[in-house]
Nanobody, 126 residues
Framework: QVQLVESGGGLVQVGGSLRLSCATS????????MAWFRQAPGKEREFVAA????????RYANSVKGRFAISRDNAKNTLYLQMNTLKPEDAAVYYCAASLISSSILPTTRFEYPYWGQGTQVAVSS
């Protein structure tokens, strides 16, 4: 089993920054592809970013490319999402997700990730 706990959400002004963290425990974190998804009210949960086990490969949704950066610290069993130049449309609950994949494949569909955190709220004020 894998346990995921997100933190770092909050209220930020348009153009501001936040860094989300996802602390993991259980299954070997360092061998899994990890991802961030988000879900705004009334919308489907959508892919934000993914990273392979080593951190050498990353993938981003077009809407966040150039503004967000996903990273991981395998020694600390922690996944991060640095969010810069935040926009009102970035407001959502952000979820950390873990796959069973140990390669450089970076899925963007939620069904490839069997493990999820409880989410952390990000609000962006204009």
């Amino acid at each position: 089993q894998v346990q995921l706990v997100e933190s770092g959400g909050g209220l930020v002004q348009v153009g501001g920054s936040l860094r989300l963290s996802c602390a993991t425990s259980g299954r070997a974190f360092s061998s899994q592809t990890m991802a961030w998804f988000r879900q705004a009210p009334g919308k489907e949960r959508e892919f934000v970013a993914a990273i392979n086990w080593s951190g050498g490969f990353t993938r981003y949704a077009n809407s966040v490319k150039g503004r967000f950066a996903i990273s991981r610290d395998n020694a600390k069993n922690t996944l991060y999402l640095q969010m810069n130049t935040l926009k009102p449309e970035d407001a959502a609950v952000y979820y950390c997700a873990a796959s069973l994949i140990s390669s450089s494949i970076l899925p963007t569909t939620r069904f490839e990730y069997p493990y999820w955190g409880q989410g952390t709220q990000v609000a962006v004020s204009s």
